[in-house]
């Protein structure tokens, strides 16, 4: 009964999200006020009517109800609680369902805060937030019901693919189709501006927060979900240029881009046309993804649905939305009037450099995603385009990015001094490589090359900390001065440093651990001792444990370095009864930011194990920047200026603080 | 139903399981030829595997595939004519890394060839906005403006 009332709920959704795609734009057309203001109310009532749907299901799912079909096939009761919850979404409906609710509560949200939103602007973003839940619903409702039951019940689960029953899959898919679906607001943002054939500074204003906020949850759900690989899969990788990491990769380069776009068009109304095309493009990418993922058109290790049905009805969706919004775009574009004038040498230029090499990466990983099903289609010849093709490609397109980062904040908008730039950059470079060649003799190995590679992530990390020197003043003003001026400093400020900061990080994580990293195959018995990235590893036996839905056979180890006792840890094998599957669970113990990581493999005949044994060096940077950048965006999305309703950038200005202490000097 | 549970266990095993690849019987005594090995193995694919490189895979398939790569090597193969090898076996398909052909022209060539294009459509975009800006002549307000600001 209950399972029935979420089934009505998302068929009721289903009209409402009808009736808010046509009223409010029609509204807006004829500018009848009230049918504009129908978008609100019914943006939080669609968004009501899917999050009880989706309630229903966790209700199904976390009861362990059944005689649900997908609850069947993809949950046991025996399973802790909280993989019973996340299991909603550990299959191809539930995501659908997770996907819904993400983008209507981003529908709502903007009906929350865009109360300052010209009535026109909101009712057309929000009738294009209620196109986009049409047609998701339509594809849930008839390609992908959640709600079949079966009768009789089954009397127990098939249990979750035990790859799944991790904490992984409760925080992995919702950061990232937070950050995935958020870019559906820039998106209907920037078709309702060409809708109007109005664009201007203040929809930039508007847009931004919106961008940094997906932005920053998929820069947290990628790094999460590189995590989870990382330490699940149990061979050390940590990506892998898989189709379904692409598929997220790709929105997130975009955004990226659409970042910084958007600031040249909100300071300086210029780059506006370029701007809305990233908008439509980074969520088509986005779309896109979500093709390549569901269809099975590409098979990969994450795509966990493959039924071309749903495939062809994806394309549609995808053909229609995208190329409806660059129709749209190529009628209206030439009717948008460009703005403001800049030199090459500028923020803007710099920014300009920035949105060119993100996109010809984007375009890079696409073709590189998309090649072989294209080949295949026309020729039926058969390749692979693999990691060594994106390592080289995607990384020769990096090299100019990084090295131009740190100069990009110190050049001036409209003309900028590039002398000035390299001068205040001289010491931070200077100092990169020292810590660079310091690095490199401390963990001594690798090719000498690698010590530039160490050195642009230093780079980058002593850049962005130079800037903020510069910016307080730090050497002009009396050190007291430059605290106070420091603190005055807008968030946004602090915010674009820790972003380019953590990139330095994550840049230094890469390199590092592609070039230190050292491996170890062995056959161990029980006392026996190998040598492994300078630690001492004794095998002390296998142990046999129960977990709640699985048996394993936990391998321990002794970590020793120079004779003295570092610790132990445990890997272990398990075997999932329900579906009689092996998982490997890798040992990692950390030693600062690096990791030593063991892996259990087959037993031998004579007794011994297989055993692999990593030592990562400066691993940890790699995530560790990816949650320094995450921080940086939060920091800037507190910022005055961007909260929504901020004051305009004139009374910003007079109670700057910075400026304030200024005037009192 | 059926379909799709036999598919995700295919996805299973290719990805899970013991997922641990180079086994020590497979290993080569000479360090710098079985660093070779692991280098050329690190770029063929696991064919049944799914965007898997043998070095990572633990099907049989890519077992018998390092055991190949390791005896072509100790035969004194260079890695071009290991790689070779494997093509004229299995065909493209194998290579991670596909070679440049009539076929993949457009592949390796495109990252280069847009960034030539974009990089010449913003040159040429603030060139064009340069001289409009320039070659604008005064409105007649404008010259009456400056007139009495000169006079002043």
């Known amino acids: 009964m209950i399972i029935e009332l979420g089934h009505y709920a998302l068929v009721l959704a289903l009209a409402a999200a009808l009736l808010l795609s046509v009223l409010p734009v029609v509204g807006a057309r004829r500018g009848d006020l009230a049918l504009m203001q129908t978008a609100v109310s019914g943006t939080y009532a669609l968004f009501g009517l899917v999050l009880l749907a989706f309630g229903v299901l966790a209700y199904a799912y976390v009861v362990s109800d059944f005689s649900l079909l997908i609850a069947y096939q993809n949950s046991h009761s025996l399973m802790p609680a909280v993989y019973r919850f996340s299991a909603v979404w550990g299959n191809h409906e539930g995501s659908m369902m997770l996907w819904l609710l993400i983008l209507t509560l981003f529908s709502a949200l903007v009906a929350l805060f865009g109360t300052n939103l010209p009535d026109r602007l909101k009712a057309n973003v929000l009738g294009v937030q209620a196109w986009i839940s049409t047609a998701f619903i339509l594809f849930i409702l008839v390609t992908s019901n959640p709600f079949i039951r079966l009768n009789p019940a089954p009397a127990e689960g098939q249990d979750l693919n035990p790859v799944l029953q991790d904490p992984g899959l409760a925080i992995h898919p919702p950061l990232l189709y937070l950050g995935y679906v958020g870019f559906s607001v820039c998106f209907s943002f920037a078709i309702a501006a060409l809708i109007d054939g109005r664009i201007d500074a203040a929809w930039a204003r508007w847009v931004r927060p919106w961008t940094l906020a997906a932005w920053t949850f998929l820069t947290a759900g990628i790094a999460m979900g590189s995590y989870w690989a990382y330490y699940e899969l149990g061979w050390g990788g940590w990506w892998f240029w898989d189709p379904v990491e692409n598929a997220s990769f790709m929105p997130w380069l975009a955004g990226t881009a659409l970042l910084h776009s958007a600031l040249v068009m909100e300071k300086r109304d210029a780059l506006k046309i370029w701007t809305v095309l990233l908008a439509i493009l980074t969520f088509s990418l986005s779309l896109l993804g979500t093709f390549l993922v569901r269809s099975g058109v590409l098979t990969s290790v994450h795509a966990f649905a493959t039924d071309p049905s749903r495939g062809i009805f994806i394309l549609a969706i995808l053909t229609i939305f995208i190329g409806g919004a660059l129709t749209l775009f190529m009628l209206r574009a030439p009717g948008l009037k460009a703005g403001g004038l800049f030199q090459p040498i500028s923020r803007e230029g710099a920014l300009v450099l920035n949105n060119l090499i993100l996109t010809v990466s984007t375009a890079t990983v696409l073709i590189g995603t998309l090649y072989p099903l294209l080949l295949e289609t026309l020729t039926g010849d058969k390749i692979s385009v693999g990691p060594p093709f994106f390592n080289l490609t995607f990384g020769l397109l990096m090299i100019p990015l990084i090295l131009a980062v740190p100069f990009g904040p110190m050049m001036a908008w409209k003309r900028g001094d590039l002398l000035g730039a390299l001068q205040r950059l001289y010491a931070a470079a200077g100092l990169a490589f020292l810590a660079g060649l310091a690095l490199y003799y401390f963990e001594n190995g690798g090719p000498v090359l690698s010590v530039l590679g160490l050195a642009a992530g230093f780079f980058l990390i002593f850049g962005a900390l130079a800037d ?129 990581y063991v892996s259990l493999g087959d037993p031998m005949a004579d007794g011994g194990m297989v055993v692999r044994i990593w030592w990562k060096p400066w691993i940890l940077c790699i995530w560790g920047g990816a949650l320094v950048m995450m921080v940086g965006g939060f920091i800037s999305l507190s910022d005055r200026r961007l909260r929504v309703g901020a004051p305009n950038r004139k009374l910003k200005a007079a109670t700057s603080p910075a400026q304030g202490l200024e005037a009192a000097e | 139903m059926r379909g799709f549970l036999a598919t995700m266990f295919g996805v299973w095993l290719a990805f899970a399981g013991p997922a641990l690849a180079v086994n020590p019987d497979e290993m080569l005594k000479d360090p710098a030829l079985e660093a070779r090995a692991r280098h050329l193995s690190a770029q063929l694919r696991c064919m049944v595997c799914q965007n898997q490189s043998i070095d990572d895979s633990n099907a049989e398939l890519a077992r018998d595939l390092r055991v190949l790569v390791r005896e072509r090597i100790v035969k004194g193969d260079s890695d071009d004519d290991v790689m070779r090898y494997l093509v004229s076996r299995y065909g493209d398909f194998v290579l991670l890394k596909p070679r440049l052909t009539p076929e993949t022209v457009i592949l390796w060539t495109a990252p280069g060839a847009l960034l030539l294009i974009g990089a010449g459509a913003a040159f040429a975009y603030t060139r064009r906005r340069k001289s409009l800006a320039g070659s604008e002549p005064l409105s007649p307000e404008e010259e009456v403006r400056l007139k009495r600001l000169l006079e002043e």
């Not at chain 1, 056959?523 to 709640?548: H, N």
């Not at chain 1, 094998?573 to 113990?589: N, S």
């Open chain 1, 468 to 596: 903020l020197v510069y910016r307080a003043g730090f050497g002009k003003q009396t050190t007291g001065i430059a605290f106070r001026r420091l603190k005055g400093l807008p968030r946004s400020a602090f915010g674009t440093a820790l972003a380019h900061l953590g990139l330095g990080v994550t840049v230094l994580g890469i390199v590092a651990v592609t070039t230190f990293q050292s491996e170890m195959v062995a056959e161990m018995k029980p006392g026996q001792t190998v040598e492994a990235g300078g630690f001492a590893l004794t095998f002390d036996g296998l142990k046999s444990a129960k977990g709640p839905n699985y048996t394993e056979d936990r391998g321990h180890f002794t970590i020793r370095r120079g004779g003295v006792a570092q610790g132990d840890v445990w890997s272990s094998k398990r075997l999932y009864t329900a579906r009689r599957m092996p998982t490997t669970e890798a040992g990692i113990r950390s030693f600062g930011l690096s990791q030593l």
